[in-house]
């Protein structure tokens, strides 16, 4: 099956569609600072009437993602509004009435998260659910350093909720586990695990929801386009939701695909041929 368009601008590919849902890490920043690029791009669809949602697996809450964006230099009139995985995995606890959940991350970094739980406690047996939105230590820790915590709750039958299904991603030029690696082994061990994002249907049907409710109707999935740097993630969840998707090469799989300032077509083809969700169009970075 021959490779999707790759373009080296964006302009053109924009003006068929009225709504973006826009992945964040590896299109809009790079972990630690806003790419030129997107910053440009996403302003300008905008002042041409189109509305733009940022659907993130970060473990936090919109407003904390707004924070974030913010202090890596993402513009503000870049985006509309923010679906955060941090915000599905909460209306999950609360809809599921968990009362005590046991905690697995870094409390400081996800604090956001951690203190809108409605009873976090460290005691897995009085807990009846784990809530995981990451490694304690990304840097030095594997899913499998996880695996007598997990045993334990398989033990318990506990509900997983995995509020970053991500497996991986880049922090400048580090590749880091997420909660994604760690749902995964559990799963993997017959346990349950609700995933709160990306490709699983609620975050593009929430960010859609969203979309419509800005926009004061319903928007027809023939002009909406999901633009994310993960196959298994964000291409995965538009096509999902029957939506196109524009990939972007420079971000999680950068290592496997960039080649000097371009992409490397037959690597990007294996890439592809292992899914049967493909991108409309393919571009390094996103630029206007």
Known sequence: ?????????????????????CDLWGVVHDGRKAYPGANDALPRFRGQGG???????????????????????VRRDTYDAIVASGDIALRHIKDCGYTSVFGIGPRVRDASF????????????????????????????????????????LALKLPF??????????????????????????????????????????AYSTALAMAAELRGSPVAKDRVLGIGD??????????????????????????????????DTVQLGRLLAGDDARPVAVMRNLVW
């Open 114 to 153: 951690f203190d809108a739980v409605p009873r976090l406690t460290d005691d897995i047996s009085a807990a009846d659910a784990v809530a995981c939105t990451g490694l304690v230590d990304d840097r030095n820790e594997t899913a499998e350093d996880y695996l007598p915590v997990l045993s334990r709750a």
């Open 1 to 21: 099956m021959p490779i999707p368009p790759i373009l080296t601008s964006a302009a053109d590919l924009l003006q068929r569609y009225d709504v973006l849902l």
């Open 161 to 202: 909720v995995c509020v970053n299904p991500d497996l991986a991603v880049h922090v400048g030029h580090d590749l880091l586990p997420c909660a994604g690696a760690v749902a995964t082994l559990y799963e993997s061990r017959g346990g349950k695990v609700f995933w709160g994002g990306k490709p699983h249907p609620v």
């Open 230 to 263: 993960a196959i298994r993630t964000d291409v995965k969840a538009a096509a999902i939701a029957g939506v196109d998707s524009l990939f972007i090469a420079g971000g999680l799989h950068r290592d496997e695909l960039i080649v000097g300032e371009g992409i």
């Open 51 to 73: 509305t733009v949602i940022m659907v993130s697996n970060a473990p936090m809450t919109g407003p904390a993602v707004a924070e974030l964006l913010a202090d890596k230099g």
